[in-house]
């Protein structure tokens, strides 16, 4: 008897297990399969800071959210609809986000008596056999002993054949929801192109959890997912630290510059710099520095010599990077830093997603230090981002941070690729020998938007010196001067705030231009909230979406956009950041919906939250 | 490399317009003297010579070098012209820093600077004291020193810093002293000779917070007895008469006297010998005491080792030829891709 098919919308699904149990690339896997077929798709990737965290105990659970549909998706989803379990605490984990009536694959290798006891499932009964999962369809799977079964003549060791398990688990779940088997047969070839023995194992084992699934009366019900009605054009899978990576590498190419790289490794923004260390080729310089301190003064040393500076971390890194940022400041010199935000303070949680650090890149330096700030909404929107951080960086001659955060750098979203041709290009105002005056060259002469030249060494009759301590405007050199002071920290304020001038003014995402409620977002709360806004919308509520990607300074017609609205609420994962910016700046009163739990918001968090706000503005 | 233009800037175009702040007779005038007078005979151009220094009385430097120049912070020089290096290899880098800034909040950069050996001349003008912030010690200062921040002596042991460098598989380290402009003119032209990173650090007098730190070796009286000036090729040879010499029983250094001894059983010295440019860096004690050896200047090593910029630009080159020139279509498009029509 062959399964019947069944159409949806939409699926989500979460493979959870031992964070060594290759989860995160089974998702992936799986991922990369529906959005070649054409559907849309958002990724939640959630796992431990440890990189083979204690076997079968609940800290040690990794794993992948994946929501995938035929209609447009702005999130990794609220509840699951299937879960996919290599062992008991991965299912005692995250039974909790299951859809009542969803769908359970347990490898039942992983519910023996050691795996209850690690669990610490107190009745010892394994919840397979106790009756408790009687509101779920479970499909119990021998996972290990299968597969040990199907590779017992492959001359691999147990161990070696183990690691294969997952691509059972994905030839299952690939032929539940109706998808083939193609892409990864490819990519296996790919990866274990050296040891063609793995790839035979690995492509054996899928086939086989795939003709499980065929053969035995496991499942009765198939689901099918159809292709997404998506706009017109060429799409590939983008994550977001691989988003900020080619972003870095367009700008430098549509500038005419080289990209200089220098960064320390931190969780979660270390792919940025393996991304962009395969790129040599684009002449691409990546620089791991001793430490991050090292990181951001390299890349101003790079900036000093004409080249597009950049450095990359997460919070702890930014910390540490806060005076050269300060430097590259009174230097007036392009630099760019990448902020891929996780939870704090201090170490905080490495592996999990916080937007706490917006406070910290708008004022965390000493002195009077304003700094641009550009925030990614989605994991594809993290190259448009990282492209603008380099164009207002060179053509306005300061820093400018870039946030990202671990939920968008390690997401991933269907992306319509730009051509080299469609993105803008942009120079660097370089300073030649026709700048000197008299045989004098002023590096601190200033334009109208009061940016200098990039004066390079090499650069015949324009040796000057620049440095931290206050200069006088115009000659750059030391000044102490009360007045002169004064004058530099407006001049430095204005040119900065200038940007807003180069920069699109503030949208509206979805709904209408003025309303009851404005939903105002930034970074990775994007998808939660357009998708909350979306239905509360089709409800028939007066409800708007707004996203702001330009933090500092503010689009020109922000305050106008905001004023707009009765209410405005600011959901953020932190404890009210850009709420605070938006009273100090406007005394609107923004009202927040804060977070700070290391996962992102869900749909439904923001539409309660909407309507609890509707509902006071009635009465 | 830059252009030659033999002889063409005196010493007086590297001057600046900026008036010199230091304080009077301070060491710092001398380094500065022999600097403009030694870089016009380099033969490189002017545009192509940068300086860069952190925070410290010697950092201001650059201010008044008619060059390219930049006055970064604290200790991070080291990383800034790393930075600057690797994306202008073909730059004459110099980085003017202290025994504060290189050795103390600098000196994590220091240590990396050196093993990636940037091609870059370090001057690390040491002072043992905190000039700037008017007198506290310095991690070179001596033990039991008093200063401000320690009215009952430092309990801190002091860096040894040739000791440091070589142990940080430093390619050129070199030491010489304000009061002795020949020599540190001859030493400078082989620095900035040297392809590498060339350490060469400086005895300074800070007449104001440490006056007198060096005079032992620097005054008449004192000098040749605690002073040995060593030269590739040349016996270890010291004392107003000349009369003592530096032999090597095993790895000890042992001071014999010339009467009984002749110039062949002395050891001579080798700069492309690490392991007994070591022994050298361990003249540390103070000469002034009996049987203690005399503390020495010049060369104390010089080894060609590939440049980190080198390899950085050939990595680059290499990633062309064996990828072509990157194609930024081909990078935004990825290898899977699917269109919807």
């Known amino acids: 008897m062959s399964a019947t098919l069944e159409t949806t919308k939409e699926i989500t699904i979460l493979f959870a297990g031992d964070s060594g149990d290759g989860i995160q690339l089974t998702g992936t896997q799986f991922t990369d399969t529906n959005a070649l077929f054409g559907n849309d798709l958002s990724t939640f990737p959630n796992f431990p800071a440890e990189i083979r965290a204690p076997q079968g105990t609940l800290a040690g659970v990794s794993g992948f959210q994946l929501h995938f549909g035929s209609i447009e998706i702005f999130t990794p989803g609220d509840e699951c609809d299937a879960l996919v379990v290599m062992n008991v605490a991965a299912l005692k984990a995250n039974l909790k986000s299951l859809k009542k009536g969803g769908i359970i694959i347990a490898n039942t290798d992983g519910f023996d008596a050691k795996n209850l006891r690690l669990a610490k499932v107190e009745s010892g009964v394994s919840p397979l056999e106790d009756g408790s999962l009687s509101n779920y369809k479970v499909f119990p799977i021998e996972v290990t002993k299968l597969t040990r079964e199907c590779l017992k003549d492959s001359g691999l060791g147990t161990k070696d054949i183990d690691r294969t398990k997952n691509m059972f688990v994905l030839g299952f779940v690939l032929w539940m929801f109706d998808r083939n088997m193609d892409h990864t047969v490819d990519f296996l070839k790919e990866k274990f192109k050296k040891k063609p023995e793995l790839v035979e194992a690995n492509t054996k084992v899928l086939k086989a959890g795939y003709h499980y699934g ?347 956009v905001l004023r707009s609205f009765d209410t405005v609420l600011i959901p953020e994962m932190n404890m009210g950041q850009l709420r605070m910016m938006i009273r100090s700046e406007f005394l609107i009163p923004a009202v927040g919906l804060n977070k700070v739990k290391g996962i992102p918001f869900t749909k439904g968090e923001i539409k309660d939250k909407v309507l609890e706000l509707l509902d006071q503005l009635i009465k | 490399m830059a252009e030659v233009l033999n002889g063409a800037m005196t010493a007086k175009e590297l001057e600046t317009d900026q008036e010199v702040r230091w304080c009077p007779g301070c060491g710092d005038y001398s380094i500065l003297k022999q600097v403009q007078k030694v870089i016009p005979e380099l033969g490189i151009k002017r545009e192509d010579i940068v300086f860069i220094s952190g925070i410290g009385c010697s950092s201001r430097f650059p201010y008044y070098m008619n060059t390219y120049g930049m006055h970064s912070i604290h200790g991070r020089a080291p990383a800034v012209v790393s930075g600057l290096k690797s994306t202008n290899p073909d730059l004459s880098v110099w980085m003017i820093t202290g025994d504060g800034d290189a050795l103390s909040i600098g000196g994590n950069h220091l240590i990396h600077l050196l093993r990636r050996n940037f091609d870059i001349n370090v001057l690390l003008f040491n002072n043992q004291i905190y000039g700037l912030t008017k007198g506290q010690y310095s991690p070179t200062s001596e033990e039991g020193k008093h200063t401000k921040s320690t009215p009952m002596g430092s309990l801190d042991h002091p860096f040894n810093p040739a000791a440091l460098c070589l142990g940080a598989d430093s390619t050129f380290f070199a030491r010489s002293m304000d009061r002795d402009p020949v020599h540190m003119r001859d030493v400078l032209l082989r620095a900035s000779q040297h392809k590498g990173t060339s350490m060469v650090e400086i005895y300074q007098n800070c007449n104001v917070f440490n006056d007198g730190a060096f005079f032992g070796f620097t005054d008449k009286e004192t000098k040749k007895q605690q002073t040995l000036f060593v030269e590739h090729g040349k016996p270890m040879i010291f004392g107003e008469n000349n009369e003592f010499g530096i032999k090597l029983d095993g790895f000890t250094p042992v001071i014999v006297n010339m009467d009984s001894a002749s110039a062949d059983d002395l050891w001579i010295h080798d700069e492309k010998d690490r392991g007994k440019a070591n022994i050298l860096a361990r003249f540390y004690g103070n000469p002034a005491s009996e049987g203690e050896l005399p503390r020495p200047f010049g060369i104390f090593y010089s080894e060609d080792r590939a440049c980190y910029e080198d390899l950085l630009v050939k990595q680059v080159e290499t990633a062309k030829e064996k990828f072509g020139d990157g194609d930024l279509n081909a990078l935004l498009r990825g290898k899977n891709t699917w269109t919807i029509s």
């Open chain 1, 214 to 560: 065929d053969t035995t009366e496991t499942a009765t019900t198939r689901f099918s997912v159809d292709k997404a009605e998506m706009p017109k054009g060429t799409y590939r899978n983008m994550m977001g630290n691989q988003a900020t990576a080619l972003g870095l590498i367009a700008a430098a190419r549509r500038s005419g510059l080289e990209l200089f790289y220098g960064s320390y490794p931190i969780t979660p923004a270390s792919d940025v710099l393996h991304e962009l260390a395969k790129h040599k080729n684009f002449g691409v310089k990546t620089f791991q520095a001793e430490d991050e301190i090292a990181a951001v003064a390299s890349a101003i040393g790079a900036s000093f010599g004409g080249a597009l500076g950049v450095t990359a971390s997460s919070g702890p890194g930014i910390a540490l990077k806060g005076e050269a940022i300060g430097l590259a400041l009174m230097l007036e010199l392009p630099l760019v830093i990448v902020n891929v935000q996780r939870g704090g303070p201090s170490t905080g949680l490495p592996t999990k997603t916080e937007q706490a650090d917006l406070l910290q890149a708008v004022y965390g330096r000493n002195g009077e230090a304003p700094v641009a700030v550009v925030a990614a909404a989605t994991p594809a929107d993290c190259f448009n981002m990282a492209f603008e951080a380099c164009r207002l960086a060179v053509q306005h001659m300061t820093p400018v941070f870039f946030l990202s955060d671990g939920y968008l750098a390690n997401g991933a979203e269907p992306w319509k690729f730009p051509t080299e041709d469609e993105l803008p290009s942009f120079k660097g105002n370089f300073a030649t020998p026709s700048d000197l005056k008299d045989g004098e060259y002023l590096p601190y002469e200033r334009d109208e938007n009061l940016v200098r030249k990039w004066a390079i060494p090499g650069t015949l009759g324009l040796e000057h010196r620049v440095g931290g301590i206050e200069k006088q405007d115009g000659t750059g050199n030391i000044s102490y001067d009360p007045d002169n002071h004064q004058h530099m920290v407006n001049t430095r304020a204005q040119k900065v705030a200038n940007i807003a001038k180069n920069v699109p003014l503030q949208d509206i995402e979805l709904g209408a231009k003025t309303g009851k409620v404005l939903v105002l977002g930034w970074g990775s709360t994007y998808g939660a909230i357009k998708a909350a806004v979306k239905d509360l919308t089709e409800e028939g509520h007066s409800v708007s979406h707004a996203h702001v990607r330009y933090l500092f300074p503010f689009p020109q017609n922000f305050e106008e």
